[in-house]
């Protein structure tokens, strides 16, 4: 043999060797292409009704919020009508009142005797000891 055959046995070797590599190689790759696409099949089956419920959920939470907001816009509208009510029966029945309760003041004050004024200008300062009053400078006691 000589060494031009031997090298074309090495190179045919070498090439038998080189397209079985890439032969297992592309064979690899196809199964992972394949994996591949039954995942994503398997996750497309899966997600379609996923995306069902949640849209579900979705209208169910906007109509929930709906009734919130409708429930909120009446409270408001009762709180609102609570105060109209409240300024109306203070001006309607406050004024009278406070004029009432003067009167009634001015009247027992007047019944009652003029015992405020009996009160001297200066009072003396007293100390409370144990519930009795005791008088300061003087000595007295009340």
């Given amino acids: 043999m000589s060494g031009g055959e031997v090298a074309g046995i090495l ?17 690899r790759l196809a199964q992972t292409l394949k994996a591949t696409t039954k995942l994503v099949a398997d996750v497309t089956d899966q997600a379609v009704p996923l995306l069902a419920d949640a849209s579900t959920a979705v209208r169910s939470a906007q109509t929930q919020i709906e009734r919130v907001d409708a ?11 609570a105060s109209a009510l409240s300024t109306t029966v203070a ?13 009634g003041y001015g009247v ?3 019944l009652g005797g003029r015992k405020d004024d009996e009160v001297p200008a200066k009072a003396s300062r007293r ?3 144990v519930g009795r ?10």
Wanted: charged letters at 20%.
């Fill in 108 to 110: 027992r004050r007047a």
């Fill in 71 to 81: 429930i909120a816009s009446d409270v408001q509208e009762v709180t609102s009508n």
């Fill in 133 to 142: 009053a005791v008088s300061r400078g003087r000595g007295k006691r009340d």
């Fill in 127 to 129: 100390t409370v000891i």
């Fill in 11 to 27: 190179v045919a070797v070498f090439w038998a060797i080189l397209v079985s590599f890439l032969a297992v190689a592309l064979a």
């Fill in 91 to 103: 001006s309607t029945f406050g004024g009278p009142l406070v004029k009432v309760a003067a009167f």
